[in-house]
Structures are given as C-alpha cells and as structure tokens.
C-alpha cells in the first residue's frame, strides 16, 4: 500500500511538474529572492538596507555579477564617500547614481560606504579574459605604475579603488571615460596615464585588471 501511495505521489508531482513546470520554477526563484533579500534585511540590521537600492546593479553584499557594473565590496571607505559626493554635485554624472547620492546624509554615506568596505571582495568569475588581451595588460599595468596608487594587489585603498577582479566592461568604460575627459580624478594621474593608452590598450588593461584575483591583503 505504502509503495502504491508513493508511485502515486510521483505521478502526480510528474504530472505538476509537466503542466506547470514554469510557473513552479517562476516560484522557486521568487521564494529564493524573498528569503535572499529576507537574510540581507536580518544581516544589515536597520538602515542601510542595501537590498532595497543597490542590489540591482552592484549584486549582493556589493558583489556584482554583471561586467557592466562595478563591485563595490571590498573597496575602500574614504574612495566611495569620495565618489557619492561626486555624483551629489554633478562632477561625476550617471542617470542612476545621482538621485541617489543626492538624497542621501552625510550619516548615511558614512553608513553605507562603511557597510561595503567591510564586505569581503570576490573574484570575477563571470568573466574569461583574452590570453593575449591579458598578458599585453599585464605589461601596460607595471608600465603606467598602477601599484602605486591602487596597491600593490590593486585592491585599492584610501581614495584609489580596488581595480582587481572588477567588470571587464566598467573597467573598459572609466579607461574611456577618463581618456576622453569625461571623467576627472582629483590627482590627473588618470588622464595622464590613459592619454598614452589606444583604445586597444585600454581593452587589454580591463582584460588583465578584471581577471585579477582578490585574495585579502
């Protein structure tokens, strides 16, 4: 009898599984993200809830998975305060960011840029880099001295950011973005250094900085 009951649950799962299938999975991935967004809320404690604004584009805990946006665990405190004030006044321009920045207190900033710089950085695994692309940024990274700003692992510190393990296509966009004048750093030193770089330097710089791995300092 017991044997009869569990075919007969199996069939019935079979058969729940075969008519709604998608709308199951549909479920699964937003009870996933309900109890992911439920163990943030418990971690982080009261405010900054960082899975309400910043989840979307920087991932969780500040580890992104999309090469387009930056990671933000792991990155110095003082260089995002830095770059919150850049986006609040209008320095440094994005659609997204600014709003944000400019809504928040200087309390708040202290909050949130502590919260990230306490996460642990993660490696770029979504990313395979050019062999050739990596092995020429390699060599363009010693020769524009990049160790002495950002560390000696590039993992950053005090306003330099942590290049190491970034996304391919955020580090290819500030390289671009600094070499055309569109970005400015308070030292020049970016735009010195990129005013040497092609554009094909640049995308091997992004190639070699992104598949950098971020053990701890």
């Avoid at 580890?63 to 995002?80: C, I």
């Avoid at 609040?88 to 659609?95: D, M």
């Avoid at 395979?128 to 000696?152: F, I, N, T, W, Y």
């Avoid at 973005?177 to 308070?186: E, K, L, N, T, V």
Wanted: hydrophobic letters at 40%; proline letters at 6%; glycine letters at 8%.
């Amino acid at each position: 009898m017991k044997k009869k009951l569990l075919l007969a649950a199996g069939v019935v799962l079979v058969l729940l599984l075969a008519l709604f299938g998608r709308d199951l999975l549909g479920l699964y991935r937003l009870l996933d993200y309900v109890d992911t967004t439920t163990q943030a809320y418990e971690a982080e404690g009261p405010w900054p809830q960082t899975a309400d604004a910043c989840v979307g584009c920087h991932g969780k805990q500040g580890s992104s998975l999309h090469q387009r946006y930056p990671s933000l665990a792991g990155q110095p405190a003082e260089y995002l305060k830095a770059q919150l004030h850049s986006f609040a006044s209008g320095q440094r321009l994005n659609p997204n960011m600014q709003p944000l920045a400019m809504s928040l207190t200087e309390e708040q900033i202290a909050k949130l840029t502590d919260y990230y710089a306490r996460q642990p950085a993660l490696d770029n695994h979504g990313f395979q880099p050019d062999p050739a692309l990596r092995e020429q940024g390699s060599k363009l990274a010693v020769a524009g001295a990049c160790m002495a700003c950002h560390g000696e692992k590039l993992l950053g510190q005090g306003p330099f950011p942590r290049l190491a393990g970034q996304g391919a296509d955020y580090l290819l966009a500030q390289l671009d973005a600094f070499a055309q004048g569109r970005r400015i750093d308070p030292t020049g030193s970016m735009k010195a250094i990129t005013a040497t770089l092609s554009p094909q330097d640049r995308k091997a710089l992004s190639h070699y900085l992104a598949s950098l791995t971020t053990n701890s300092k």
